[in-house]
């Protein structure tokens, strides 16, 4: 156990670009406040670094996301384990996942949306959060359900060699799609056309999105799973096929910056081509995780998914690997830990 | 029988704003070449001026839609009755809707596209155009089948007093539903509350869209049916409910222009919302199109659907009663009949 509980709140409101200074370190008394009724207190022992969580730190406005008050912990998805409850549905020990905060302890609160989901049996910490984790959840459900792709189906995927991006092209392949993957840079796009399967990359960084997906999807884009926004949502619309669904996951282009994520130019590609574009969060599908899990943990045991993770150990690591996110140069999933197995700090 | 064939030809690409000069009066003899296998020849004798006809005069390019070639006839819908048949489906004297051209006579080719759809005995020439025709059609299959609208919930219309939007806001109260419309001038928007039985209009001449539907709305909208696009479609994002659905009908606003339709600001509202977007065509669901005229016919029959049109009679009417589509003048379904039933000229 640890002897003070470690924070990192949010002290300012990100500037254009998000700078470690917007976060501030402070050390507490370790919590002894009683539990409301149905109240749960985690040890937080592995963070997930997501994209999305820069939205967050914007300030509160017109938005269905929340935004972190300033001064308070940065909110974040985490594992841990229950270490006083007021809540009959979890015990002390219990193994969960849940929507969080940057200390060693989170006093969660009993509303459905932060309500603590257990983790199966046989996964590590490390594994609830990364390998089956929100990211290839969200993959999962995003791709299978929001798109609704088809066998011999044309599937592009933005940020393809993210986290997410990655699950989704693998998956893709195990439905007999035929996939396309859009990524920076020439290692990403050969691991991509390599290990990971897929039938091409394009490499936004040195080619012409749109006139690549032109080439490359000549009867159009069935499916087209989006992590980034911007041009590269603007290409692919313009190359999508006649019922084509966008599944919009993500918007990374923008959000660091002070620019809100613009849609496409041309609304009547939308209403002529009968297309559907679809927002999603994987806490819709919270309900059948189970499900997802198990069809991941059987896809990885028979190495048709291939994963990557890039894992930081450390509390003082947390806003410096949140950042690393936005410049593009991270491979794998982003996770932190903060405690080992038992709670120990890290 | 006519004894030349008249044509209003695509003399320019509209700079801007639809012109008059834009077309061309030009009279032709009678078409007497032999058809080709498949095709179908028609004596026009109604047509509809619809909003969306105004895209197929842009120059060809990266869309969906068809681009009229200059110096051909205007495409536009139309019934009319079959003079020549080389198809086997169709024999002279039958009375059809198909996707037609401004003149007297029509040569269809026998694509699917375009393949002529048979009216129904008991309806006239005008109503298989007006009432029961395309854009109530389009009302029918957009609010049910792409907005999947619950009994209790919110339903938003813009363009609410026209043709396609005042059949959407009216099926929306037979199925048990809140709908706030939103239309240009009191005039209008007291046809809605009044005749129509809305629950509230919105008039975006003088009020501020947003803010009214805030209010309007307090538990967010839940189907959003857009006729109009630009701010207003903002407007509407802004109050969506989670899980709120968008049916793109079409983007008046600017078609014309020289601006293509733009999308949201802020898509993030669209993922954090799970909210759906989804473009399409009454063409889509042409196989249920009598099913559709038949709950129409019975609505109609209950007196639970106002209807009204704005009925021009005169081959030389066509390009003026279309433009006046742009000016937000007309009420009602705006038609142009060219002859009579029997086929003699107007």
Redo the contacts between chains.
Sequence with gaps: MADVNRQWLLRARPQKHLRLDDFEYREEALPAAPLADGEVRLRNIVFLCAP?MR?WMDPPG????PSVPLGRPMMAPAVGRVVASANPDYAVGDRVYTMSSWQDYTTVPANAWRRPTRIADGISFVEAMGRYGLNPLTAYFGLLEVGQPKAGETLVVSGAAGSTGSTVAQIGKIKGLRVVGIAGGPAKCAWLTGECGLDAAIDYKSENVAARLAELCPSGINVFFDNV?GEI?QAAI?NMA?YGRIV????ISSYDSDE??????????????????????CG?YSARFGEGVAALREWTAAGRIHYREDLHSGFDKLPGAFIKLFSGANEGTLLVQIADETGASR
Excluded at 62 to 65: D, F, V
Excluded at 261 to 268: E, I, L, S, V
């Design positions: 999305t939205n017109n938005s269905l996301y926004g949502l313009d006649p919009l996951c993500g918007q809100q994520p613009r849609g496409p130019r041309n609304m009547m590609r939308l209403v002529y081509g009968s297309i559907r574009m679809q927002g999603f969060l819709n």
